[in-house]
C-alpha cells in the first residue's frame, strides 16, 4: 500500500559524504505526518540496524556508531526523510532502507547501496 523510494547511494571514499533521500509519493500530507521515519542498514554477515529515526514532532535518535557524522531530517510537506552522512567510514558499507511506522503498519523501501572504500 505504501511506497518508499530511496535514492542517493553510491560509492565514496572514506571521510566521504552522501545523503539519502526517501519519499512517499503517494501518501497524503496529513498522513505523513503520522509516521516516525527511519533509516536501517544490513551489512553482509550482520543483522540489519536502526541507523536513525525522526518522529513527527521531529525528535530525533541515533545509533552511537554514527552520532555526530550522519544528520536525519524530514520534510512533511514534501513527504521525504533524509539522511545526510560525513566522515563515511569502511564500516558504514551497507544496504540502507528506508522505515515508516506507526503504532498499527510498517512499511520498507527497496534499499540503496552504501559503499565506502579505503
Known amino acids: 500500500q505504501v511506497q518508499l523510494l530511496e535514492s542517493g547511494g553510491g560509492l565514496v571514499q572514506a571521510g566521504g559524504s552522501l545523503r539519502l533521500s526517501c519519499r512517499s509519493p503517494?501518501?497524503?500530507?496529513?498522513?505523513?505526518?503520522?509516521?516516525?521515519m527511519g533509516w536501517f542498514r544490513q551489512a553482509p554477515g550482520k543483522q540489519r540496524e536502526l541507523v536513525a529515526k525522526i518522529a513527527s514532532d521531529g525528535g530525533t535518535i541515533y545509533a552511537d556508531s554514527v552520532k555526530g557524522r550522519f544528520t536525519i531530517s524530514r520534510d512533511n510537506s514534501r513527504k521525504t526523510v533524509n539522511l545526510q552522512m560525513s566522515s563515511l567510514r569502511p564500516e558504514d558499507t551497507a544496504v540502507y532502507y528506508c522505515?515508516?511506522?506507526?503504532?498499527?503498519?510498517?512499511?520498507w523501501g527497496q534499499g540503496t547501496q552504501v559503499t565506502v572504500g579505503q
Open positions: 522505515n515508516a511506522a506507526t503504532t498499527t503498519a510498517e512499511h
Open positions: 503517494r501518501m497524503i500530507t496529513s498522513v505523513f505526518w503520522t509516521y516516525t
